[in-house]
């Protein structure tokens, strides 16, 4: 690939600069002028810029481009009206130091999608603070543990997890200074309540838990796991970064969860992948309210909206009030879609979801197929890998028929784990071609593996040391034309 430097030749020009019409300012002092004459910018013209930056653009993969199946991480396609919704100068210009007084248009959005997401988790009160859902686990976190030490039982410092749990929450956990306890998932892939029953105990500050969970299944029991938490004086916490299976139908708070932490980035339409803004609102019991983070948006009787710090708030966990641009996505996101659009994401991710688990389901080993699942399924690499053929080969494989892999090597409960979320704004049209371009390559394992093996050929730069990447940033030579 071309760079700009390499495109430069001398005398060209990408702008056009009037004439100087003021007098030329006196010499420079002595000392400061350059030594050479240029400082070598590139000279290329605007065409050649702006052409430039297209080919980039086109080299890297994104969803404008074509489906993005990556499992957890919800890359759905965010509508564009959500964009310039939160570009409207007077949403995206206010300071975040204006008074009260001067910003209630953004506290109103603001406490109008706080009740949104309250009523969608079934929950009393939250927080919009935190930046993203590690973030918000994090939160959860605090606000259990202050409860807990406020009641005098501040030794309760466990928190219970299932062995498929995303690695944020064992993360998290530890940061805020808790024990992390493993708990088992029986052979349907769900927690084992007798495992729970065994680890509970006097030491429990929470059970956490991703539901429906990440294999894809909605924990059948759930009402049996939150209560057995209960009982044991411990709360719970759903780590709800899958809520796009559930949006409309089923509430956490519904199930005997006390908090739950939401991905506006993921589930709301807000783009993500990038390493953009994303935003990990946390909903929670009444009982938690008054440790939430500062500070929450409240209404007076006159109908004037404040910021206000919760009586025994744990503290601030972001500058101001969290990243409000995602907020307003969020809040047109929801407006747009209503109650019943809502409901229909999550049909349609599961309708989608389903759809290319059962096309699948024959090429690849579905390792837990117990029935439908819900908005994202575990395939196994394993049948692939006596031909010697490994799932990432099959990941880069993918790439050169123009698909985003999927989510690999997680959870860790499954071999040779792919791990496959369409979303629900995929059309059958493409559902199809990834189902074409899967059983073409379960093909050349049998018949050329090496073309797997070999993968990617076809994309700007081939197959990378991500054991290094993980050290060295810059990792290719870029392919430079001099
Ligand atoms: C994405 C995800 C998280 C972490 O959320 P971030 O916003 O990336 O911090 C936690 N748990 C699960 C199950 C997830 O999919």
Redesign the pocket.
């Known amino acids: 690939m071309k760079t700009v430097f390499s495109m430069s030749s001398s005398g060209r020009m990408g702008v056009s600069l009037p004439a100087l019409d003021v007098p030329p300012s006196a010499e420079l002092p002595e000392g400061l002028e350059r030594e050479s004459g240029s400082i070598g910018l590139p000279e290329v013209t605007e065409g050649q810029v702006m052409r430039h930056f297209i080919e980039l653009s086109n080299a890297n993969y994104h969803v404008d481009k074509g489906m993005y199946p990556l499992g957890?991480?919800?890359m759905k396609y965010n509508p564009r009206q959500n964009e310039d919704i939160a570009r409207m100068p007077g949403l995206a210009g206010l300071h975040p130091l204006s008074p009260d007084a001067m910003a209630q248009g953004t506290l109103e959005l603001m406490h109008r999608l706080s009740g949104y997401l309250c009523e969608i988790t079934g929950f009393e009160a939250i927080t919009l603070q935190p930046a993203?859902?590690?973030?918000?686990?994090f939160c959860g976190l605090m606000l259990i543990t202050s409860y807990h030490r406020d009641r005098g039982e501040g030794h309760r410092n466990e928190v219970l997890m299932p062995d498929s749990a995303?690695g944020?929450?064992p993360a998290t956990s530890t940061l805020a200074g808790c024990k992390v306890i493993g708990v088992s998932s029986n052979d349907r892939g769900e927690v084992d309540p007798e495992d729970l029953r065994r680890k509970v105990g006097p030491n429990t500050a929470a059970f956490m838990l991703?539901n429906p969970n990440?294999l894809g299944l909605f924990e059948s029991k759930i009402g049996e796991l939150t209560s057995i938490v209960h009982e044991a004086g411990g709360l719970n916490y759903m780590?709800g970064?899958?809520m796009n299976a559930l949006l409309g139908v089923a509430r956490p708070g519904d199930m005997g969860f006390d908090v739950c932490h939401l991905?506006l980035?993921?589930t709301f339409g807000t783009p993500h992948g990038g390493g953009g803004p994303?935003s990990?609102p946390v909903a929670c019991i009444s009982d938690l309210e008054r440790y939430l983070p500062d500070s929450i948006v409240s209404k007076d009787s006159d109908g004037r909206y404040f910021l206000q710090k919760p009586d025994r708030s744990f503290g601030r966990l972001l500058a101001f009030h969290g990243n409000v641009g995602v907020l307003y996505r969020a809040y047109a996101y929801i407006r747009t879609l209503g109650a019943d659009g809502l409901c229909e994401v999550t049909e349609n991710a599961l309708i989608n979801a389903n759809y290319l688990k059962e096309k699948l389901k024959g090429i690849f080993e579905l390792p837990f197929d117990d029935g439908p699942c819900m908005h994202e399924f575990v395939l196994s690499g394993d049948r692939q890998l006596e031909k010697g053929v490994k799932t990432l080969d099959i990941a880069k494989r993918l790439l050169d028929y123009g698909f985003h892999a999927p989510t690999i090597y997680f959870p860790l409960i499954v071999h040779e784990a792919m791990m496959i979320e369409p979303t629900e704004t995929e059309g059958i049209e493409d559902l199809d071609s990834f189902i074409a371009a899967m059983e073409s390559i379960a093909r050349e394992v049998e018949e050329k593996p090496h073309l797997v093996t070999d993968a990617p050929v076809n994309t700007p730069v081939l197959r990378l040391d991500e054991v290094a990447a993980v050290k060295e940033l810059c990792i290719v030579e870029p392919r430079v034309e001099e």
Request: hydrophobic residues 15%.
């Open positions: 957890s991480c919800t993203a859902g590690a973030q918000g686990e995303h944020t929450n991703t990440t780590d970064a899958n991905n980035h993921k994303g990990g």
